[in-house]
């Protein structure tokens, strides 16, 4: 089982906080322009070896943009892995898509209550049941590239981070072999 954050006392390399210190966590995920894109609150459950674990149970809300609550209809745990350009999501039955990964700037921690990403549109997602992922929003990411004049740096590592998230999935290679189990295991439980 992974240890829960509560009680350790550590910094996330250099942020300068205390990652225990909230139990909210302020989720937001920004287009490259900085325009708001998906957000929502989900509850801290620890940190491993992969990054910070959050979760939200089924009945929850999400937002894209400023618009209206959109219901969350399973519960599912959130990781956001230190220095990397991606983020994913692992999603309780019965959603058919049991892992969905985002191609991201690396998440920086603002403070303990809020995590903030750039989101570069390529996502990389799992059905439940099946082996191989698929890539997805290739054509929306050829096109905010020159719609918001992506650096070349940001595209460089935004296709490798792509490639390499398709070959881990793939392999089975964690996080995304299981390690995601026991934290969603512990929020599915608070949402019975």
Same mark, same amino acid.
Request: hydrophobic share 45%; with cysteine.
């Given at each position: 089982m992974p240890e829960p954050v509560r009680g350790r006392r550590r910094a996330v390399r250099g942020r300068g906080y205390d990652p225990a210190m909230a139990d909210l966590v302020r989720v937001i995920y920004r287009k490259y322009d900085g325009t708001l894109h998906w957000n929502s609150t989900m509850r801290r459950l620890g940190e491993d070896e992969h990054g910070v674990w959050l979760g939200q149970p089924a009945g929850g809300t999400t937002?894209?943009?400023?618009? #209206?609550?959109?219901?969350?209809?399973?519960?599912?745990?959130?990781?956001?892995? +230190?220095?990397?350009?991606?983020?994913?999501?692992?999603?309780?039955?019965? +959603?058919?898509?049991?892992?969905?990964?985002?191609?991201?700037?690396? #998440?920086?921690?603002?403070?303990?209550?809020?995590?903030?990403?750039v989101d570069l549109d390529l996502d990389v997602a799992r059905r439940r049941g099946e082996r191989e992922p698929r890539l997805?929003?290739?054509?929306?990411?050829?096109?905010?590239?020159?719609?918001?004049?992506?650096?070349?740096?940001?595209?460089?590592?935004?296709?490798?981070?792509?490639?390499?998230?398709?070959?881990?999935?793939?392999?089975?290679?964690?996080?995304?072999?299981?390690?995601? +189990?026991?934290?969603?295991?512990?929020?599915?439980?608070?949402?019975?």
């Open positions: 937002r894209k943009g400023t618009g #209206p609550p959109v219901p969350v209809e399973c519960a599912h745990v959130a990781l956001f892995p +230190r220095d990397a350009w991606w983020t994913a999501e692992f999603n309780a039955p019965p +959603r058919r898509t049991d892992l969905y990964a985002d191609v991201t700037t690396p #998440p920086r921690w603002r403070s303990a209550a809020e995590v903030t990403m997805l929003d290739e054509d929306e990411f050829a096109e905010h590239r020159v719609r918001y004049g992506y650096a070349a740096e940001t595209v460089a590592r935004a296709t490798e981070s792509a490639a390499w998230l398709l070959a881990a999935v793939a392999e089975g290679r964690e996080p995304f072999a299981g390690a995601h +189990r026991a934290w969603l295991a512990r929020v599915a439980r608070a949402s019975d």
